[in-house]
């Protein structure tokens, strides 16, 4: 039965977290990009604050590696990525966005090697980290023979979002703070709400007079903060504790799926055979990045399913 729960909810944040993408792009109709993002995430404060405050007694920053995660959360995970994000799915499909996204468990052993010098990577490490790069030039290569145009930006921006997120997530190991899971991620979700609008405010594209509360534009706000962003890091919350940090990580391969057919039901987007095979080649690459892992993680479901098989 636990195992069960456990890859139902697995399937559930893959779900949420992959139609994410597509609820961005719809958001993008109404909404400019960063003020999008910013007030998702100012639902998704109150929402998440209200929850670390019922949940958990450590929910308040207190020592100075608590701020310090805080503010890498907030600046890294919530604000520059989602600003990277919202702005790169103005010229790219969902599909693509969650394809490019799934290289930031790549990149975090990238600078996990640059800030936790203990972590070396062998010759098929290597391999893995190429893999994932050549994957990442099979997604956002140009569509035109302008190789350098505006067509390369956007593809570009939601890397740069991956490489954020990737960034943050080792640095805040590294800081090892001792507030609850929750309490950090409802606080950062305040900084990054506030960082976001900052950003908004300072690009002439942007305008509050510019957001078109329409039906479909609520809706894609209130899926992103209620759903993707509240109830999936109570999921994720949830499932790490269950199955731990490197299984987590397959959230980011099964996530593209949702977000290409989310995309093609709702949006009629498709993906191209060429964006089909990056993503498979990312995903190698991950696997070889993190074998050793899974093998020690997955080995036990591996022998409980063999058990069922027959003759077993």
């Known amino acids: 039965m636990s195992e069960r ?36 995430y100012d639902l998704a404060a109150v929402l998440m604050l209200g929850y670390a405050a019922v949940t958990c007694d450590y929910w308040l920053p ?27 799915e103005t010229g790219v499909t969902s599909g693509v966005a969650a394809i490019l996204v799934g290289m930031s468990p790549i990149l975090s052993t990238v600078f996990s090697r640059l800030f936790l010098p203990d972590q070396r990577l062998t010759a098929v490490g290597t391999i893995g980290l ?29 890397l740069l979002a991956a490489a954020s997120v990737a960034l943050g997530s080792v640095l805040v190991q590294r800081l090892d703070g001792d507030i609850s899971p929750e309490g950090m991620v409802a606080w950062s979700n305040v900084l990054g709400a506030a960082l976001l609008h900052a950003i908004s405010l300072g690009l002439p594209s942007e305008s509050f007079a510019d ?5 479909d534009g609520v809706a894609a706000l209130v899926y992103l903060a209620v759903f993707a962003s509240a109830i999936g ?26 977000a290409a057919v ?27 990045l993190k074998r050793q892992a899974l093998a020690t993680e997955l080995s036990p479901v591996l022998d409980r399913v063999e058990g069922l098989l027959p003759g077993r």
């Open 5 to 40: 729960r456990s890859a139902l909810l697995f399937l559930l944040l893959a779900a949420v977290w992959g139609t994410s993408f597509m609820a961005i792009k719809a958001g993008l109709e109404a909404f400019p990009p960063v003020l999008f993002a910013a007030l998702r």
């Open 262 to 288: 989310s995309g093609w039901l709702v949006l009629d987007e498709t993906l191209e055979l060429l964006d089909v095979a990056g993503f498979v080649v990312i995903f190698t690459g991950f696997v070889l």
């Open 130 to 158: 190429l893999l994932g790069f050549v994957g990442v030039a099979m997604v956002a290569r140009p569509k035109s023979s302008n190789l350098l145009g505006s067509e390369a930006i956007w593809p570009g921006l939601v």
């Open 62 to 88: 207190r020592t100075r590696s608590d701020w310090l995660t805080l503010v890498v959360e907030g600046v890294l995970i919530i604000a520059l990525y989602n600003a990277f994000l919202f702005v790169g």
């Open 233 to 258: 890091y109570v999921v994720y919350f949830d499932l790490l504790a269950r199955l731990g940090a490197i299984e987590i990580n397959l959230v980011s391969y099964a996530a593209p799926i949702f």
């Open 211 to 215: 957001a078109q509360f329409s039906v």
